[in-house]
């Protein structure tokens, strides 16, 4: 599973481990090495269109991924491609 090439060119789509504590956004692609790896994160439930939330970045990245809680080592978070939307001015 790759990622479509407009969603790789955006400025606004980051690997996941890019992101911070808190950062919202929605999961633009997988681009993992392996089919497998791709797969697996597919199983569960990490696709285009989910939305994301980081909780924790350090040891491993910890987000929500819709409503469930997944931890991943920091070379998977790099696979993972997020868009981040503009932040909204206060």
Do not use: N, Y
């Not at 409503?67 to 868009?83: S, W, Y």
């Amino acid at each position: 599973m790759s990622c479509a090439p407009l969603a790789c060119t955006s400025d606004r789509v980051r690997p996941l481990s890019a992101l911070g504590h808190r950062a919202r956004g929605v999961v633009a692609g997988v681009r993992a090495q392996s089919k497998a790896r791709a797969d697996r994160l597919v199983a569960l439930g990490v696709t285009p269109g989910a939305a994301v939330t980081v909780l924790q970045t350090f040891p491993g990245v910890v987000f929500l991924c819709d409503q469930t809680e997944l931890v991943v080592e920091r070379g998977v978070a790099d696979a993972i491609l997020v868009h981040v939307p503009e932040e909204i001015p206060r």
